[in-house]
């Protein structure tokens, strides 16, 4: 508790909720019209492969972030702990981009086709941002892009009301479902660490921007899948190309 007069200090745990609650309304906003129920099918057919081409970085980016930390040394107070959590974390997030996949197949599409599909401008925009920072500035930027792709999980009951909604298969909402259950204790693995982590004004500034930056790309990629959706709706304006 601070004394009368003086001000305790900002953590960069209580830095990032502040900048986070206020794109709280615009995520719920963007995100409540993705899942509207009109179209809801072909959106949702829309949204696996961009997830996938988001998600297939995620194991990647935090390897390497991890690998930055480590080689930051002891002169950087930062990097054992980042580089502990993030070794750790690569675990738990290993192979969803398999379980994307497996969603894909069971809604009846070409995971090979997927693949080797090129990842659209969005998508590159929105992991790329990190490599550039992890690789030219600080791997502690990552830690932005996590707390927000945690925080935005799925909600407990999204998985059925595509089901119910669009008629999608359950075999086809496992990616959904699962990280309903999986990413609240992901979130708060991630904030108690930002909580704890010895940084000062600079690095808090590089994980809020980076933070910010992700809730942008997010609603971008929203926008995108809705877009596709519709031209998928009608075959007269172009194409199927989903990402
Ligand atoms: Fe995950
Ligand atoms: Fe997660």
């Not at 659209?120 to 500035?137: D, K, L, M, N, S």
């Not at 925080?151 to 359950?170: D, F, H, Q, T, Y």
């Not at 999986?182 to 809020?208: C, E, K, R």
């Amino acid at each position: 508790m601070s004394t009368p007069g003086t001000r305790a200090p900002v953590t960069a745990g209580t830095a990032l909720r502040a900048r986070l609650a206020l794109t709280e309304p615009a995520v719920r906003a963007a995100t409540g019209w993705l899942w509207r129920p009109d179209g809801l099918g072909r959106r949702y057919a829309v949204y696996l492969p961009v997830m996938h081409a988001v998600i297939r970085a995620s194991v990647p980016l935090m390897e390497r972030a991890a690998e930055r930390s480590t080689a930051l040394g002891a002169t950087d107070a930062v990097g054992a702990p980042l580089a502990a959590y993030l070794r750790e974390h690569v675990e738990e997030e290993r192979g969803h981009d398999e379980w994307l996949l497996g969603d894909i197949a069971a809604l009846g599409g070409d995971p090979a086709a997927v693949r080797a599909r090129q990842p659209p401008p969005e998508v590159a925009r929105f992991v790329g941002t990190q490599y550039y920072w992890i690789e030219h500035h600080h791997p502690v930027a990552l830690l932005g892009y996590i707390a927000v792709l945690e925080s935005c999980a799925p909600a407990p009951w999204l998985a059925e009301r595509i089901a119910e909604a669009a008629g999608v298969p359950r075999a086809a909402l496992r990616t959904v479902r699962e990280h309903a259950e999986l990413d609240t204790d992901h979130t708060a693995d991630l904030f108690a660490l930002v909580d704890t982590l010895p940084i000062g004004p600079v690095l808090v500034n590089a994980l809020t921007t980076s933070a910010l930056h992700t809730v942008s790309g997010l609603l971008d990629l929203f926008a995108r899948i809705d877009r596709a959706a519709c031209v998928d709706e009608n075959p007269a304006r172009g194409g199927t190309s989903t990402s």
